[in-house]
């Protein structure tokens, strides 16, 4: 039986589309579910460090919309699909010149989820053409839950809004080969910074071991706070992203053109960017790094051997009690369920919510030794990730009730310094990766002229301290996973 | 400077070309293999592609596409004269990839360029004059009616000239571009002829014909293809849908197995100008052609589809399915006015194309009955 049914416009073809081209930056396959009311996709990106979900109303998107629940799916429909299909069905047709051909731009799109017993699961979508062509694509899907990433808005003081043009703008001057994105803001000057980075390392040295900056390149672009249209932010706080995925969304927020709104609390905990238009509502949660120069100098100053965690993900705090430190945690954390000392630049939300989160998370972390001693199979995170075989399995009432509310929260409940390690493994392998495809040594210098009210700014960074320190703690931590 | 250096007598083709573009565009229709045979004949020259036997491609440079044509084929039936219908045809293969490369060489896209270039440039303007010129010393028939072409074609914007020769049987096949003062000369190495057969394509026993515009071909190939599939279904019936594409995912493609998808003409019957269908399937009880293609070989049909205008598909009995082509080009390298009856040449690409075997139980009986069903539009 159909159990969902809906019919796209021309214009809402293309809204879709451009929805799924994002998504497909971050994941090659998006959850869809349905509901009365509304329409979600939903996308985790494997190293479930973003999330994606798109929201279209039922009344206000699709020019028709009907939601029949059957008893399996009584009041939602879910399923997983492939992106790249979707984006081929989904796609925008030419219209042709309308004085010798007829016009083959997409009259109507129709789409209808068939499932239910004894008949193939199917999403059908048939797009009729204005010039009587009907094209009608037959996809299989996957009956899986979606993961939902959750925010908690309470926690999260920081907020700014911009027009998603201006911001897109912006981006233009981010330079080549930059991954991370630290935005802060400085109340003295009144503008927020935005300063792009990498901490790629490539080897050197008759032994290769030795690590220099890939790109000794800070780009730095500050934005007068008028820019903005709301600008809620603690003095001096320091948050990284990914520049990929920030790119992404101001991609798909400058066609949706609204209002980007972010909300944040701390470095190690989620960010959260939204923006709306008629019908649909686009928010992402993105896992911010832990922060890094806070780090640094925290090293510095407090514990010799925190300077071998150069780039830890930051809030440790294990139990789900504690509150959220700051940003560092070292090892010594590890037996103490308590937050580490908070950083004194940092406010402390005062939520009780403690998450650790690493922009790389654990490669494998199911089948990693360490992994199982964290005991995380009972985590509330990665729900579905438990038994990979299950997905294929019918669905299962029960089973689903607990999928239902299977939320992404990054929330480390072991121990965090074996979390904390992971990723720097992963980084160890990136950068291997690099150094082996990446030419040697190229310095960009990029520079970019004052554009009013936009001030660039470029540092040139000597050869680090940070990739030296970064090496040891790589041993380090490979040490205490051939320990464990 | 564009005397060509002739060793013994006059060669046995030799044509002269102001645009290699439309030459291009056509060649690179069938532009699916390596090595393309061709086949000089005194009304122009035909490039057949094969691909494994299952596809086999043709595309025709009509001699109204050049300036000048001349033959001066083996005197099997008459000495290079182009009133006799018979000469034998010279047939030999090159390397369609090489002959294309050569073509482009001056760029076939930025014609609006060199058409800026060419006010300001009289040299390239007097390039053809003096090709004529050279002709003229040859003495060939066709001169004295091509010299109208050549004088419409110089005054007009035309700005390079192409010259084809093959001097000889077996040497090399020459190509000589001339632009703004620039002269290339290609030799390109002539094979052995080795044109297999033709695809047998029954013209008597058709089942359909479909004509259409190339366009809505393309689209329904586009629509159909983004899975990626391996095989296509091309049905025709009667009745609805008249006319339906269909294919299904391959492990490889982008929906994986299980993916489908259908175009079909059921609300745009009257895209289809013909429509004749005269297939019967006893199995099913209903009229109906449905043959099964490899989707790659009509895919790589597709550069034909984009510049043709109309297409005509037909299938005969047996399941072959021939594809023609109508492309319009601008007769004889944009001489405009100047040709006489010429004007905007037709040119024509063919492609048959053999389908999967079928199983028994589907195979398509045709015999006899199925009278001729034309429900061509007025």
């Known amino acids: 039986m159909v159990i969902l049914n809906f019919t796209l416009s021309e214009e809402g073809v293309s809204v879709f589309h451009d929805a799924l081209a994002c998504m497909y930056k971050f994941s090659d396959d998006v959850c869809l579910e349905a509901r009365r009311d509304k329409l979600t996709l939903t996308t985790l990106n494997i190293s479930k460090s973003a999330y994606v979900c798109f929201t279209f109303a039922a009344n206000r998107f699709f020019s028709r919309y009907h939601f029949e629940g059957n008893a399996q799916y009584r009041d939602r429909f879910f399923c997983q699909l492939y992106i790249r299909s979707l984006l081929s069905i989904f796609r925008s047709r030419q219209g042709g010149d309308s004085a010798r051909d007829k016009d083959a731009s997409i009259e109507r799109c129709d789409v209808a989820i068939d499932d239910g017993p004894g008949k193939k699961s199917r999403l059908i979508a048939r797009i009729s053409c204005r010039n009587g062509i009907t094209a009608s694509h037959s996809l299989p899907f996957e009956s899986k839950p979606p993961t939902h990433a959750k925010f908690e808005k309470d926690e999260a003081g920081n907020r700014w809004s911009i027009s998603s043009s201006t911001l897109r703008q912006l981006m233009d001057h981010f330079g080549p080969g930059i991954e991370l994105l630290d935005i802060n803001t400085d109340d003295d000057d009144h503008v927020v910074n935005f300063t792009c980075f990498t901490d790629k390392v490539q080897k050197r040295g008759p032994h290769g071991n030795e690590a220099v900056l890939k790109k000794p390149l800070h780009t730095n672009i500050s934005v007068e706070m008028a820019e903005f249209n709301e600008v809620e932010v603690q003095d001096k706080l320091h948050i990284i992203i990914s520049v990929k995925d920030f790119r992404a969304i101001l991609q798909h927020a400058q066609i949706i053109s609204g209002e980007l709104a972010t909300y944040y609390s701390e470095p190690g905990r989620p960010m959260k960017l939204s923006y709306s238009a008629d019908g649909i509502l686009c928010e992402f949660i993105l896992m911010t790094v832990g922060e890094q120069d806070a780090i640094t100098q925290k090293h510095k100053n407090t514990r010799a051997r925190a300077s071998k965690t150069p780039k830890p993900g930051s809030g440790p705090g294990p139990g789900p009690a504690s509150k959220p430190d700051g940003s560092v945690a070292n090892n010594e954390a590890k037996d103490v369920p308590k937050p580490a000392q908070k950083p004194p630049q940092q406010k402390t939300p005062p939520q009780p919510r403690q998450t650790q989160f690493e922009i790389r998370p654990p490669p494998i972390p199911p089948r990693s030794p360490v992994a199982a001693r964290t005991d995380r199979s009972d985590s509330p995170l990665f729900v579905e990730q438990g038994d990979e075989d299950r997905q294929w399995d019918p669905v299962d009432r029960e089973d689903e009730e607990e999928m239902d509310n299977a939320r992404v929260e990054w929330n480390a409940t072991g121990e965090p310094v074996l979390l904390r390690h992971f990723p720097l493994v992963a980084r160890k392998k990136m950068a291997n990766i690099h150094s082996r495809t990446r030419r040697p040594c190229e310095l960009a210098v990029y520079w970019q002229d004052r554009l009013c009210p936009v001030m660039s700014q470029t540092d040139l960074l000597g050869d680090s301290s940070q990739p030296s320190s970064f090496l040891r703690h790589v041993s380090c931590c490979l040490l205490c996973l051939f320990f464990c | ?378």
């Open chain 2, 1 to 378: 400077m564009s005397q060509p250096t002739q060793d013994a007598g006059p060669p046995l083709f030799r044509a002269v070309a102001s645009s290699t573009r439309p030459l291009y565009q056509l060649l690179k229709a069938v532009g699916f293999t390596n090595k393309i045979h061709v086949e000089i004949t005194p009304e122009g020259l035909r490039f057949s592609a094969d691909h494994a036997r299952v596809m086999q491609g043709a595309a025709h440079w009509n001699k109204n596409l050049f300036a000048s044509y001349t033959t001066n084929l083996p005197p099997a039936a008459g000495n290079g004269d182009d009133d006799d219908p018979e000469p034998e045809p010279v047939s030999f293969q090159i390397s369609l990839p090489a002959f294309l490369e050569t073509l482009q060489i001056f760029g076939v896209a930025d014609v609006a360029a060199r058409q800026a270039r060419s006010d300001i440039d009289p040299l390239v303007r007097g390039n053809p004059r003096m090709n004529h010129q050279h002709r003229g010393g040859n003495g060939s028939d066709a001169f004295s009616h091509q010299t109208l072409h050549g004088g419409g074609f110089a005054s007009s914007s035309s700005n390079g000239t192409c010259i084809l020769s093959y001097p000889s049987d077996g040497g090399p096949f020459s190509i000589i571009l001339e632009e703004a003062g620039v002269k290339t000369t290609c030799n390109l190495t002539t094979y052995l002829p080795e044109m297999p057969e033709d695809i047998p394509f029954d013209i008597d026993d058709l089942s359909f014909k479909v004509i259409m515009q190339a366009r809505y071909l393309l689209d329904a190939l586009a629509e159909v293809g983004s899975i990626n599939p391996e095989r296509l279904t091309i049905v025709v019936s009667r009745k609805e849908p008249y006319l339906r594409f269909r294919t299904s995912g391959s492990h490889s493609g982008a929906g994986g197995p299980g993916v489908e998808s259908t175009v079909d003409f059921r609300r745009g019957r009257d895209l289809l100008e013909t429509f004749s269908v005269r297939a019967v399937e006893r199995a099913k009880g209903e009229r109906r052609w449905s043959q099964t293609f490899k989707f790659d070989t009509i895919k790589a049909a597709t550069e034909a589809m984009r510049i043709a205008s109309k297409v005509s598909l037909r299938g005969d009995g047996q399941g072959v399915l021939s594809m023609q082509f109508m492309v319009e080009v601008e007769g004889a390298g944009g001489a405009g006015g100047g040709v006489p009856g010429g004007g905007a040449g037709l040119s024509f690409l063919d492609f048959r194309f053999v389908p999967y075997a079928t199983d028994g139980d589907e195979e398509t009986d045709t015999e006899g009955e199925g009278d001729d069903v034309d429900m061509s539009e007025a």
